[in-house]
């Protein structure tokens, strides 16, 4: 429904800027044919044009995301549990009430332009007609006005036998013969579709007019006189009228008609105003380019127009085990690719014989053939492979702090087995797997009245700790939502049935896990092993943001100007250099409608004195310009990973990795 009012605006848009060009430009010309057609084309055009979308490539980094610390590698979930839906009480939304207001007003219209059509035809239908210039021509005893339709001529027998009337005859065979009912009833459809368009009922006057000049000229081209003719004209104005949809001798008899008869026709030159019509065709066009952006958050697919293409999917990770985010995957030889999200998984889109290449910051590039994941991935997950990358000689990538242990530590042959990990070689298993964490708590989850009542929803994080004999312990929201959400999340992982322990070197042990719980307010559909979102929006100190837009926030100077910004700004902290402190800082914000910086957060830290200078850092930035949504400046939520590296002898070094640009 909302691309059908988009496509109306749209059209009517394009209605509005010709009618503008032809009342600037063309309406006291003589070249009436060339108008005609002016005329016609632009309402043909601006059914069309809104229709053609040219789609084009845009690779952009990592859509925003909120990462939390400690998150278990149980938290590649995100985004595909299921979302607690509570009943919606209202029968009709605002865009379906106003849609059938729409449809209410053009089926009237309808009903009364099919009457006008009918009141003509039966007219016509079955009278005897006659042959003269070309032209059938339909004798009628009524003392009517001539008028023109469907081809034919009507026309009173005794005006059509006066010889000092035949101008009436010529002037409608003209709209006879050229076929002026077709502009007509080209314009009464597009008058029943965009009759909220002043500019649809303007046109309709634009047409009748030059259809009028049209016969008149076609009158007096054959050596009437224009003093006699313009005196027929005006005595006409005393016949009955007849139905306003046809063609009239006495339609719109005004002073401009009048003035255009004797009007001198310009020099041909003044032609070429017609083809302003191009540059507003090309801006249109323009306009109507589609950006196929590929995220990594909301797993944005490239459009390949070629037919033997093939999905692939993978999960990539470091030699520690560790998924890694932000790793760019290019198709090589053109732009397309996308980049992984916060779990490191990615999808694409791809032709069966291309070739790609996985980068990331301190790590070997990788190059795969499309082949090797059609050979030995998972055929039922889109060939989904798991990718290890190396480190480059000299390089290794710094491991982050944890409250729980490693799996480094875990790989080590001796370890405390009382101690919690978040990742093990043989992870806890739900009855059921995966798919029944979703069934268990789409279940079992009852949406708090409360939150109901006022309308608050959001995904609710929860950790806890699955215990050596399969149970769950000490829950906790590592991100909140709403103190009623947050307990009912909660209250549905403790109901949890046991799980099936987490081992490390064969030994059961205790493994961290975390799982989403989304509270959705709504009828929007539930996809299973689905992270996509769009146009998700979260609410920040009482400030609406938007993840995902149109068109996202540029940083001055480009994505390239980002680094180079947080690289000359940020200081590694004397203490975390002492005492050897490094990782990785992830920092969200709010780029705001006014392009300036706000609310910036630390969403997954590494230590105080870190996570302060990155928060220091944020405020600095310089204005953006601001994000877009449907041609409108909008908040938008953007997060910046940024790696404190410290080197050999506590050498700092600052790593800024790619965030999301143009």
């Known amino acids: 429904m909302n691309e059908f009012f988009n496509y109306l605006v749209q059209a009517s848009g394009i209605l509005a800027v010709f009618y503008v060009?032809?009342?600037l430009l063309l309406r006291n010309e003589r070249f009436f044919n060339e108008i005609r057609w002016f005329l016609m084309a632009s309402m043909v055009l601006a059914v069309f044009l809104p229709l053609v979308r040219i789609p084009y490539t845009v690779l952009v980094e990592a859509s925003p995301v909120d990462v939390l610390s400690g998150l278990s590698v149980g938290d590649w979930m995100a985004g595909s549990m299921p979302e607690a839906m509570p009943e919606n009480n209202s029968l009709f939304s605002i865009p379906q009430i106003l849609f059938g207001i729409y449809l209410s007003v053009s089926l009237v219209l309808f009903i009364r332009s099919s009457i006008k059509v009918w009141q003509i035809w039966i007219m016509i239908e079955g009278k005897e007609f006659i042959e003269r210039d070309n032209c059938k021509v339909i004798l009628l005893d009524e003392q009517i006005p001539a008028f023109s339709f469907f081809g034919y001529v009507v026309i009173n027998r005794e005006e059509f036998e006066n010889e000092e009337l035949r101008n009436i005859f010529i002037h409608e065979k003209v709209h006879a013969l050229q076929k002026h009912w077709i502009d007509l009833l080209l314009v009464e459809i597009l008058s029943i579709v965009f009759w909220f368009n002043p500019f649809v009922w303007l046109f309709q006057i634009a047409i009748k007019q030059t259809h009028e000049l049209l016969a008149d000229d076609g009158v007096i081209a054959r050596g009437f006189s224009i003093g006699q003719y313009q005196a027929i004209l005006i005595n006409q104005l005393m016949g009955a009228e007849v139905v306003g949809l046809a063609n009239n001798f006495n339609h719109s008899i005004n002073k401009k008609r009048m003035i255009m008869m004797s009007k001198e026709k310009g020099p041909k030159i003044r032609r070429y105003k017609l083809l302003l019509m191009i540059p507003v065709i090309a801006a249109v066009l323009v306009f109507n380019m589609k950006a196929v952006k590929v995220q990594a958050q909301d797993i944005e697919i490239v459009e390949i127009q070629e037919k033997d293409v093939v999905k692939i999917s993978g999960l990539v990770i470091a030699e520690d085990e560790k998924e890694l985010p932000g790793v760019t995957i290019l198709v090589e030889g053109s732009k397309a690719g996308t980049v992984t999200n916060v779990y490191g998984k990615f999808e694409l889109q791809v032709e069966k014989d291309a070739n790609i290449t996985i980068s990331f910051i301190g790590l070997e590039t990788r190059k795969m053939a499309v082949e090797d994941f059609i050979l030995n991935g998972n055929k039922e997950n889109n060939y989904f492979l798991k990718i290890k990358m190396k480190?480059?000689?000299?390089?290794?990538?710094?491991?982050?702090?944890?409250?729980w242990s490693s799996n480094e530590k875990?790989?080590?042959?001796?370890?405390?087995?009382?101690?919690?990990?978040?990742?093990v070689e043989d992870m806890p298993q739900f009855p059921g797997g995966y798919a029944a964490i979703q069934k268990f708590i789409n279940k079992s989850i009852v949406y708090p009245k409360?939150?109901?009542?006022?309308?608050?929803?959001g995904r609710v994080?929860?950790?806890f700790i699955i215990t050596k004999d399969g149970k769950i312990d000490k829950p906790k929201v590592?991100?909140?939502?709403?103190?009623?959400?947050?307990?009912?999340?909660i209250r549905v992982i403790k109901s949890m049935p046991d799980w099936t322990p987490g081992k490390q070197n064969g030994v059961i042990v205790k493994v961290a896990y975390t799982v989403p719980v989304n509270f959705g307010m709504g009828n929007e559909k539930k996809e299973a092993l689905e992270i996509k979102k769009k146009d998700e929006t979260v609410i920040i100190n009482g400030k609406k943001a938007y993840n995902m837009v149109d068109?996202?926030?540029k940083f001055p100077g480009g994505h390239l100007e980002v680094q180079k910004f947080l690289a000359r700004t940020l200081v590694y902290p004397k203490v975390a250099q002492d005492n050897g402190i490094q990782g990785r800082v992830f920092v969200s914000f709010i780029v705001n409608k006014d392009g300036k910086v706000s609310d910036p957060k630390i969403v997954r830290g590494v230590d105080?004195?870190?996570?302060?200078?990155?928060?220091?850092?944020?405020?600095?930035?310089?204005?953006?310009?601001?994000?877009?949504?449907?041609?409108k400046p909008v908040n938008v939520l953007y997060t910046v990973p940024i790696n404190f590296k410290l080197g050999k002898g506590n050498d700092p070094s600052i790593h800024i990795e790619k965030v999301k640009s143009e």
């Open 391 to 403: 480190s480059q000689k000299g390089k290794v990538l710094p491991s982050e702090g944890n409250d």
């Open 478 to 489: 590592v991100r909140s939502v709403d103190p009623s959400l947050d307990k009912e999340a």
């Open 608 to 631: 105080p004195s870190l996570d302060k200078e990155a928060i220091r850092v944020v405020n600095l930035m310089p204005q953006w310009e601001p994000g877009t949504k449907d041609g």
């Open 450 to 457: 409360v939150a109901k009542e006022n309308g608050i929803k």
């Open 461 to 463: 994080f929860v950790t």
């Open 551 to 553: 068109d996202m926030p």
């Open 410 to 423: 875990a790989k080590k042959s001796t370890f405390n087995p009382d101690d919690v990990f978040v990742m």
């Open 21 to 23: 060009l032809y009342f």
